[in-house]
């Protein structure tokens, strides 16, 4: 593959992640804590969603003890990493779409 094409293909990548994060910072968006690092943090964020009910979709950032965090995206589909529905926001803009708008 050329060094053109790789380019190319670079620049669309960033613009569709770009493209899912301006659709994803219009959702509703909630944070809580990890309590123990026995504790993944999609159990945290499972438990956060279950205790609160909580409807999709949202955004999930859960803050790890070590300061760092982690972010998930609440859909009607279950919950995902929101990395993935960055980079794979068409397959959430019908039930994100009423609410950007």
Same mark, same amino acid.
């Given at each position: 593959m050329s060094k053109r094409i790789r380019q190319k293909l670079g620049r669309?990548?960033?613009?569709?992640?770009?493209?899912?994060?301006?659709?994803?910072?219009?959702? #509703?968006?909630?944070?809580?804590?990890?309590? =123990?690092?026995?504790?993944?943090? +999609?159990? #945290?964020?499972?438990?956060?969603?279950?205790? =609160?009910?909580?409807?999709?979709? +949202?955004?999930i950032t859960v803050l790890k003890i070590s300061g760092s965090e982690d972010k998930f995206f609440l859909s009607n589909n279950g919950l995902f990493s929101y990395k993935y529905a960055v980079e794979n926001h068409k397959l959430f803009s019908p039930e994100i779409a009423p609410l950007a708008s």
């Open positions: 669309y990548h960033l613009r569709r992640r770009l493209h899912g994060k301006v659709l994803l910072s219009k959702v #509703t968006s909630f944070s809580c804590y990890q309590q =123990n690092y026995q504790e993944k943090t +999609c159990t #945290t964020a499972r438990k956060f969603i279950r205790n =609160n009910n909580i409807q999709s979709p +949202c955004v």
